[in-house]
């Protein structure tokens, strides 16, 4: 007689479907929480269009018009912002730009001193003698024997100008008018001096030229930065006002000879 384990009714099994031979069902292989029906076969649909997941932009197709400008597109899943507008980005580069001014400043500098330390020292000349110069009265007989008329007047508009000017350009203290009022004066030089040779002598004007040339240019572009005239436009960005000072300073020029002086400077 064999000996056989104690069989009670616990040691049955817990799943009946293990003992037919069937897989035993899962609560996690439904993610519903739902338990399949024993016997019944299930699947699970995976969702995989933008239609099935929810998502319509709505965006139109290809080949349809787009939204007209002005109006923002209807989104129903997602708020897109528009595209900034054509050159918004190459405007603000720019802008950026325009502050990168390398080395001008200080070539401006360097422009204004040459300029306004040869006026400020041929205005010294005429005015106390210094640097070996004539003095108020050796200038007036300079210009009385050189053919001017109302010495007293050409002597003090000449004095006031070649000093003046010059100390302003130095500074950079109301450069476009201090520039015109050299100008002025070199050109009515430059004329005087040509008036002395026949015909065209650019030998004899060649130090009054480049001197002519140094103050239109200084107007045309304005003092820079470094000057007392940095916080106003024409110190950067020279316009239609600085050209207009260069026109009324060849014309004051042409005045002030043509009554101060007179006769053609080239005969």
Do not use: C
Not at 62 to 75: D, F, L, W
Not at 153 to 170: C, N, Q
Request: hydrophobic share 40%; glycine share 12%.
């Amino acid at each position: 007689m064999t000996d056989k384990p104690n069989e009670t009714p616990e040691s049955t099994p817990a799943h009946p479907a293990a003992s037919s031979g069937q897989t035993a069902a899962s609560p996690y292989d439904n993610p519903t929480g739902e338990l399949p029906i024993q016997g019944q076969r299930t699947e699970h649909h995976v969702p995989r269009t933008d239609d099935e997941l929810g998502l319509d932009p709505q965006v139109p197709p290809a080949g349809q018009p787009r939204p007209e400008s002005g109006t923002a597109p209807n989104y129903a899943f997602a708020t897109i912002p528009p595209a900034p507008p054509a050159g918004a980005e190459t405007t603000r580069l720019r802008r950026r730009g325009e502050y990168k001014r390398g080395t001008l400043d200080l070539g401006l500098l360097g422009l204004r001193l040459v300029l306004g330390l040869t006026f400020l020292y041929h205005g010294m000349q005429k005015l106390t003698g210094w640097f070996h110069g004539p003095g108020l009265d050796g200038t007036r007989s300079m210009l009385e024997h050189g053919g001017w008329k109302y010495i007293d007047l050409s002597a003090a508009m000449l004095t006031v100008s070649e000093v003046g000017g010059g100390a302003l350009i130095v500074l950079g203290l109301a450069t476009p008018l201090a520039a015109g009022a050299v100008l002025a004066s070199i050109l009515d030089a430059w004329l005087w001096k040509q008036s002395m040779a026949p015909g065209f002598q650019y030998k004899t004007v060649e130090l009054e030229s480049i001197l002519v040339g140094l103050a239109a240019v200084l107007i045309l572009t304005g003092p820079g930065r470094l000057s007392l005239d940095r916080a106003r436009g024409w110190a950067t960005r020279p316009a239609w006002g600085s050209f207009a000072i260069l026109i009324l300073a060849v014309l004051a020029a042409a005045g002030a000879y043509a009554v101060l002086h007179g006769g053609n400077p080239f005969q």
